[in-house]
């Protein structure tokens, strides 16, 4: 790159598209729409996760979050949050489909109630059902090896480990087995989603070699959404401009920076 | 009549309704929401030709914010 040139980083293409951005941005909990809006915006992101919720009694009336997100012009991302079962969410993947208008899915098949921890043996089995029927899955997955070469086999093409449990802020907790993950799977799309707290966690998802990162409270939780999406903006662009420029090898002593011979006046 | 759930609740609609029928009652376009029926999905364009049973567990599903 030369010093004129912009600082753009090497573009990601991930579920048939090319993108820009790689921050993926969730889209709940911010304090109103026009700020989701805004903070959308100032993210620069291309790919936003969107719900789906079971309809409320009366609750008939043409929704606006549809018409808001879609406004964006992102790519929409929809999830399947709060499934706890193989066969709920293929059921939920397969409205999501209808109702987004597209066959992206954030595959979350959750095992346990208080950390959110995804199922891995019912996400292999969502995931296999849903590849099959035409489905690009991201799945929500642990950071472990054999379950992520598992969600590979049945036809995942990207997988996304979390950073720490969902919405818990905590960072990367297993910054070695994220390493580790990415040295076993050069090739596939990797995505740090959930845990991330702050943009410095961001920087080191991106500093990892990860492809992306996908984060929700982190943002809609900041005392100032928008400027929150900005930094994190320069979070993701930092981190992966450090990627690709190449991070020095840590070393376990000094190494003297200036060039000098020795001791200025010792002889 | 019969007797069916929608989204847990007990409804009661005419005997031969069918699913479309009843989006008809629930939504303003039937674009607006997602169907299944006992746990399956049922797309959109089979609504019509697709018969509600005594006792049938309706769900239906709309867009809403994510993470």
Redesign the interface.
């Known amino acids: 790159m030369s010093a004129a040139s912009s600082p753009a980083t090497a573009p990601l293409t991930i579920g048939g598209v090319t993108l820009q951005s790689r921050f993926f941005l969730?889209?709940?909990?911010?304090p109103s729409p026009a700020v989701?809006q805004q903070a959308v915006a100032v993210s620069g992101s291309q790919v936003v996760?969107?719900?789906?919720?079971?309809?409320?009694?009366g609750?008939?009336?043409?929704?606006d979050?549809?018409a808001l997100?879609r406004a964006t012009g992102a790519h929409l991302l929809?999830?399947t949050?709060g499934c706890r079962t193989a066969?709920?969410a293929v059921?939920?993947a397969?409205?999501?489909r209808?109702?987004?208008g597209t066959h992206w899915i954030k595959l979350e098949v959750v095992g346990d109630e208080h950390t959110l921890q995804p199922d891995p043996y019912e996400l292999v089995e969502a995931a296999r059902t849903l590849a099959k029927d035409g489905f690009e899955v991201f799945p929500y997955c642990m950071d472990d090896i054999v379950s992520c070469q598992r969600l590979l086999d049945v036809g995942c093409r990207i997988l996304m480990p979390w950073g720490a449990p969902?919405?818990s802020g905590q960072g990367l907790l297993n910054p070695t087995a994220l390493r580790t993950l990415r040295a076993r799977f050069p090739d596939v799309p990797l995505v740090v989603d959930a845990g991330i707290g702050s943009p410095k966690d961001a920087v080191q998802a991106m500093e990892l070699g990860y492809d992306a990162v996908l984060l929700?409270?982190a943002v809609s939780q900041a005392r100032d959404p928008v400027a929150m999406a900005l930094a994190f903006k320069l979070a993701v662009e930092s981190g992966r401009l450090a990627w690709e420029a190449g991070i020095m090898a840590r070393q376990d002593m000094a190494v003297p920076s200036t060039p000098v011979t020795g001791r200025p006046f010792v002889l | 009549m019969i007797a069916i759930t929608v989204n847990g609740q007990a409804r009661e609609v005419a005997e031969g309704s069918t699913l479309a029928d009843l989006v008809a009652q629930l939504a303003a376009s039937p674009q607006a929401l997602a169907t299944a029926v006992n746990g399956d999905f049922v797309p959109r364009d089979v609504r019509a030709a697709h018969l509600l049973h005594a006792g049938d567990q309706v769900f239906t599903f709309q867009p809403i914010t994510g993470g």
């Open positions: 969730g889209t709940a909990g911010y989701l996760t969107v719900g789906l919720k079971r309809q409320l009694a609750d008939g009336k043409p929704n979050f549809m997100v929809p999830n949050a066969s709920e059921t939920l397969r409205m999501a209808e109702l987004y969902i919405g929700n409270s």
